[in-house]
């Protein structure tokens, strides 16, 4: 059904826009986590909506699964590629549509990078505020799948808090249009974080802000990350609602050092990164408190310009691919506890370090308890990469003990699907597999993913009895 379909995509596409080679098709084996790694049945480029709409319609007359991909920085394997289906790459689609100052909305391609629309604004005194650490190269397509945070989502909130509309294409290849003003059931909060099985976004109309009065970024060196993590704390206790804090150790320290020459304090056990943004008045306020609560650093270093703030923000934002300096494979874990829960988890995590004897560098959202624990391993070494996959479950298993979750933003994809049932009764399960069944009955929009075992819309919920039946096929496989 592939090979009929491949014969036909020329009624939709240019012939540039369909690739068939295997060693271009290796370029979209994976995303950002290359532990998990597919070829693609086909890869198509499209220009527009009807062209995406046109190659999913194909899709359902033959049967064929699709999955959408972006700039592939995703870090759950929410892209990976079926070998028996099309993936649908929007890179291609990058323009920015429309800028309204007045309403304070952008209206964006899905290809069009985050970094890119604050480029677009920043003169006029604007910016858009969810800022992943792949900023940079990442898609507001992929935003949208994954419901991407970034370091300011502390004050600012996820991508779902600065989507207004979203016009997508259907998993039967219809173009519609999801607003937030929609009576009835809120479907864009719905479609926003739901990794693409819930259909493809083909243009997106995004919240402006205000480009902040006053921004105060602080760096304070502690001799451990316990201090760190108390100053942290006591920030939050005294009132202070900082736009991000930041924290990496000692390890993630040496790691940004060798790879982008941050120049952080040497010896630091723990580098905290705090940004205090608002009225000048309040910023000012909030500084002289924050002074205060950081007495125990051995340093603290204010940025004067925005010039010293990148460079402050340099080695935070390279930190996960750093680590490539110091180990030759890593996993990039996601996980979410409570603050007051942190010098726990940090400590159930060196204890699992020290037992498997795998390192992990810890760099984390502190402000609202998102860690994001880096897995080192060799993987030429045998048996590395699985006690690399034992450490990194656990730490989510340590999350979920701590009353936390097994995502915080970087999506459930193929890594962490099998963790799912840990944290959800079969209950929550079957009722999400209900909405996507909703949007998707013959679940061919990015299929095998966030679910450990894939239910065939028409299934009446409850404990199954029997092998499923994709299962029995060989087409999917239950954990």
Same mark, same amino acid.
């Not at 929009?445 to 029997?466: D, H, M, Y």
């Given at each position: 059904?592939?090979?009929?379909?491949?014969?036909?995509?020329?009624?939709?596409?240019?012939?540039?826009?369909?690739?068939?080679?295997?060693?271009?098709? +290796?370029?979209?084996?994976?995303?950002?986590?290359?532990?998990? +790694?597919?070829?693609?049945?086909?890869?198509?480029?499209?220009?527009?909506?009807?062209?995406?709409? #046109?190659?999913?319609?194909?899709?359902?007359?033959?049967?064929?699964? /699709?999955?959408?991909?972006?700039? #592939? *920085?995703?870090?759950?394997?929410?892209?990976?590629?079926? *070998?028996?289906?099309?993936?649908?790459?929007?890179?291609?689609?990058?323009?920015?549509?429309?800028?309204?100052?007045?309403?304070?909305?952008?209206?964006?391609?899905?290809?069009?990078?985050?970094?890119?629309?604050?480029?677009?604004?920043?003169?006029?005194?604007?910016?858009? !505020?969810?800022?992943?650490?792949?900023?940079?190269?990442?898609?507001?397509?992929?935003?949208? %799948?994954?419901?991407?945070?970034?370091?300011?989502?502390?004050?600012?909130?996820?991508?779902?808090? @600065?989507?207004?509309?979203?016009?997508?294409?259907?998993?039967?290849?219809?173009?519609?249009?999801?607003?937030?003003?929609?009576?009835?059931?809120?479907?864009?909060?719905?479609?926003?974080? !739901?990794?693409?099985?819930?259909?493809?976004?083909?243009?997106?109309?995004?919240?402006?802000?205000?480009?902040?009065?006053?921004?105060?970024?602080?760096?304070?060196? /502690?001799?451990?990350? =316990?201090?760190?993590?108390?100053?942290?704390? !006591?920030?939050?206790?005294?009132?202070?609602?900082?736009?991000?804090?930041?924290?990496?150790?000692?390890?993630?320290?040496?790691?940004?050092?060798?790879?982008?020459?941050? +120049?952080?304090?040497?010896?630091?056990?723990?580098?905290?990164?705090?940004?205090?943004?608002?009225?000048?008045?309040?910023?000012?306020?909030?500084?002289?408190?924050?002074?205060?609560?950081?007495?125990? %650093?051995?340093?603290?270093?204010?940025?004067?310009?925005?010039?010293?703030?990148?460079?402050?923000?340099?080695?935070?934002?390279?930190? /996960?691919?750093?680590?490539?300096?110091?180990?030759?494979?890593?996993?990039?874990?996601?996980?979410?506890?409570?603050?007051?829960?942190?010098?726990?988890?940090?400590?159930?995590?060196? !204890?699992?370090?020290?037992? @498997?004897?795998?390192?992990?560098?810890?760099?984390?959202?502190?402000?609202?308890?998102?860690? @994001?624990?880096?897995?080192?391993?060799?993987?030429?070494?045998?048996?590395?990469?699985?006690?690399? =996959?034992?450490?990194?479950?656990?730490?989510?298993?340590?999350?979920?003990? @701590?009353?936390?979750?097994? *995502?915080?933003?970087?999506?459930?994809?193929?890594?962490?699907?099998?963790?799912?049932?840990?944290?959800?009764?079969?209950?929550?399960?079957? *009722?999400?597999?209900?909405?996507?069944?909703?949007?998707?009955?013959?679940?061919?929009?990015?299929?095998?993913?966030?679910?450990?075992?894939?239910?065939?819309?028409?299934?009446?919920?409850?404990?199954?009895?029997?092998?499923?039946?994709?299962? =029995?096929?060989?087409? %999917?496989?239950?954990?």
């Amino acid at each position: 059904m592939l090979a009929e379909l491949i014969g036909r995509l020329g009624e939709v596409l240019e012939p540039g826009a369909i690739i068939t080679d295997p060693v271009r098709l +290796r370029t979209y084996e994976c995303d950002g986590l290359t532990y998990h +790694r597919a070829m693609p049945g086909v890869a198509v480029l499209p220009d527009t909506a009807e062209q995406v709409a #046109g190659v999913v319609r194909l899709c359902n007359e033959y049967g064929v699964p /699709f999955v959408a991909r972006g700039s #592939g *920085t995703g870090l759950s394997g929410g892209a990976l590629p079926r *070998t028996d289906g099309v993936l649908i790459v929007t890179s291609r689609m990058r323009a920015i549509v429309e800028i309204d100052l007045p309403n304070r909305r952008a209206v964006v391609e899905p290809g069009v990078t985050n970094l890119a629309i604050t480029e677009a604004v920043r003169d006029q005194g604007y910016y858009y !505020a969810p800022d992943p650490s792949s900023q940079q190269v990442c898609s507001i397509g992929g935003n949208v %799948a994954e419901n991407s945070g970034g370091a300011h989502c502390l004050k600012y909130g996820f991508t779902v808090n @600065h989507v207004e509309a979203c016009e997508i294409v259907t998993p039967d290849g219809d173009i519609v249009t999801l607003d937030r003003t929609d009576p009835g059931y809120d479907l864009l909060g719905a479609f926003i974080g !739901a990794e693409g099985t819930l259909g493809i976004t083909t243009k997106v109309t995004v919240r402006l802000s205000r480009t902040p009065e006053a921004v105060t970024t602080v760096l304070a060196a /502690f001799d451990s990350i =316990e201090q760190g993590g108390e100053a942290v704390s !006591a920030i939050i206790a005294a009132g202070i609602l900082p736009a991000a804090i930041e924290m990496m150790d000692a390890l993630a320290i040496a790691a940004a050092e060798a790879a982008v020459a941050c +120049r952080y304090p040497e010896n630091a056990g723990a580098v905290l990164i705090v940004e205090l943004d608002g009225p000048l008045a309040e910023v000012e306020r909030q500084f002289a408190l924050l002074t205060q609560i950081c007495a125990k %650093a051995f340093e603290l270093r204010v940025a004067d310009d925005a010039a010293e703030r990148a460079a402050i923000w340099k080695g935070r934002k390279s930190a /996960f691919a750093a680590v490539g300096r110091i180990s030759p494979a890593y996993i990039v874990q996601d996980g979410v506890v409570p603050r007051t829960s942190l010098p726990q988890v940090l400590a159930g995590i060196d !204890a699992l370090s020290r037992e @498997h004897g795998i390192r992990v560098a810890n760099v984390f959202h502190a402000g609202d308890g998102n860690l @994001h624990p880096l897995v080192l391993f060799d993987d030429t070494e045998p048996g590395a990469g699985e006690r690399a =996959e034992i450490v990194s479950g656990r730490i989510l298993d340590l999350c979920i003990e @701590h009353g936390g979750s097994i *995502t915080g933003e970087h999506g459930v994809g193929v890594d962490k699907a099998r963790y799912m049932p840990r944290m959800f009764t079969a209950a929550d399960l079957d *009722t999400m597999q209900l909405v996507r069944c909703a949007f998707d009955p013959r679940g061919l929009s990015n299929p095998g993913k966030i679910f450990p075992t894939p239910r065939l819309c028409g299934e009446v919920p409850g404990v199954r009895k029997g092998v499923h039946p994709l299962v =029995e096929s060989g087409k %999917a496989e239950q954990f």
